[in-house]
Nanobody, 121 residues
Framework: QVQLVESGGGLVQAGGSLRLSCAAS????????MGWYRQALGKQRELVAT???????DYADSVKDRFTIFRDNAKNTVDLQMSRLKPEDTAVYYC???????????????WGQGTQVTVSS
């Protein structure tokens, strides 16, 4: 059984920092891209940052120069370092991974259950 488990969410004051971590476990053949998405109350889920297995990353404009995504391919983890947090960053943050469970099968998208990040002013 493949699963993604997030950790690191919580309550922080504006201007502070948090680090989110996600670990993939189970029967994994390979992991392609990994990333973080978020969904604020009353809004659609949006991309925050993604990173390929080769280390190329992509960020939403709203978090560039504040957030950093990085991964450990050997440990099947992806982290999101968030700095200079703003109240508008408040959302449930979800870990995402594009994975193959076995060779010769399609790549599927997997999601964690989410972790709440709340930024107070």
């Amino acid at each position: 059984q493949v699963q993604l488990v997030e950790s690191g969410g919580g309550l922080v004051q504006a201007g502070g920092s948090l680090r989110l971590s996600c670990a993939a476990s189970g029967s994994i053949f390979r992991i392609n891209a990994m990333g973080w998405y978020r969904q604020a109350l009353g809004k659609q889920r949006e991309l925050v940052a993604t990173i390929t297995s080769g280390g190329r990353n992509d960020y939403a404009d709203s978090v560039k120069d504040r957030f950093t995504i990085f991964r450990d391919n050997a440990k099947n983890t992806v982290d999101l370092q968030m700095s200079r947090l703003k109240p508008e960053d408040t959302a449930v943050y979800y870990c995402n991974a594009e994975m193959q469970i076995w060779p010769w099968v399609p790549v599927n998208t997997y999601w964690g259950q989410g972790t709440q990040v709340t930024v107070s002013s």
